[in-house]
């Protein structure tokens, strides 16, 4: 089945303990992009990558890294989290950047 | 003012009603995306559109590039339909991601 696989679901940590949150694609989709979504902000992108070792920032990436070493992963890594990125998380794929899309299943990330 | 606006904010609907969700951007695009995420919050892609008009079963969207106009139709529309539906934008000059607020849409029996 194809899809995009996010770990983990729900996480809870504590402030300043580094953290990756894992996403997997089984479709060779070149482009890979990270968001998280709010109460009252929606949807922002985090990170994106149009592919292997190319990496871009998206709207909001402060506080956030990713790589992509491997066409099928981008991890998400929080090197010290804080509060305020308590989040919703959701990781994307998609064939080129203006194709469709197929979002991973979310992590619901708290930060205390 | 955001880049993305979405109207209306929530919507309420009988079954078996047409239903209309408008989306204005503000700003270049190379494409325009419908998402719809289901009160479990799962995110799924309804269209990816960069001209004209698309049709998926009782779902239609439309573009108009030269207003900067996207409208999202549901006919006949089913309690099954009730969804936060989300405009999104690829910005033109590169590929970030622009986000509407989303329209909460409920369809009562």
């Known amino acids: 089945e194809a899809q995009v696989t996010q770990n983990p679901r729900y996480l809870i940590t504590v402030t300043g303990k580094k953290l990756t949150v894992t996403c997997s694609q089984n479709m060779n989709h070149e482009y890979m992009s990270w968001y998280r979504q709010d109460p009252g902000l929606g949807l922002r992108q985090i990170y994106y990558?149009?592919?292997?070792?190319?990496?871009d920032k998206g709207d909001v990436p402060e506080g956030y890294k990713v790589s992509r070493k491997e066409k099928r992963n981008f991890p998400l890594i929080l090197e010290s989290p804080s509060p305020n990125q308590t989040s919703l998380y959701f990781c994307?794929?998609?064939?080129?950047?203006?194709?469709?899309?197929?979002f991973g299943s979310g992590t619901r990330l708290t930060v205390v | 003012k955001n880049e993305v606006e979405q109207s209306p904010q929530n919507l309420t609907a009988q079954e078996g009603e047409f239903i209309t969700i408008n989306c204005s951007y503000s700003v270049g695009i190379s494409a325009l995306h419908w998402l719809q995420q289901h009160p479990g919050g799962g995110i799924v892609s309804l269209f990816m559109l960069s001209s004209g008009k698309k049709k998926h079963g009782r779902l239609i969207a439309t573009i108009n590039i030269q207003e900067k106009h996207s409208s999202l139709h549901i006919t006949a529309s089913h309690p099954r339909d009730s969804a936060v539906y989300i405009c999104a934008v690829n910005l033109y000059n590169n590929n970030d991601m622009r986000f509407g607020a989303g329209t909460r849409l409920t369809v009562k029996p």
């Open positions: 990558s149009m592919n292997v070792e190319v990496t």
């Open positions: 994307a794929s998609s064939f080129r950047a203006n194709y469709g899309y197929t």
